[in-house]
């Protein structure tokens, strides 16, 4: 296990310098994605707990929601992600208004524009 931050920052860069001339972007993520993916099955196949498990608790668990440091908190990560998901749509309507390039408009993620 203390092996995978070296291996990462040796491996990583190895894959997007030479990767990307051969079989493009696209595939390079998608190497990479399949890389993590082995990796995370494999972990989770040969990793196993000491503790016994806990008995599971509800889904939804009503009683956090009377202490007011829980829905201050939940309030405060939900406004915070949606001011920045707004924020990434509203600047990439500003590069469209403003008739910027296409080519220099501002890349997201398929999950922000919406």
Request: hydrophobic share 45%; aromatic share 14%.
């Amino acid at each position: 296990m203390s092996t995978g931050s070296s291996v990462g920052s040796v491996v990583w860069p190895i894959l997007l310098a030479n990767l990307p001339d051969k079989v493009g972007f696209g595939w390079t993520c998608r190497i990479m994605a399949l890389i993590c993916l082995f990796c995370g099955i494999i972990s989770y196949l040969l990793l196993a707990t000491r503790l016994p498990r806990k008995p599971r608790g509800p889904i939804f668990y009503r009683p956090a929601w009377r202490n007011p440091q829980y829905v201050l908190a939940v309030l405060n990560f939900w406004v915070g992600f949606t001011s920045l998901l707004k924020s990434a749509k509203l600047i990439n309507l500003d590069c469209f208004f403003w008739y910027v390039d296409e080519s220099l408009r501002c890349v997201y993620p398929c999950g922000l524009e919406s």
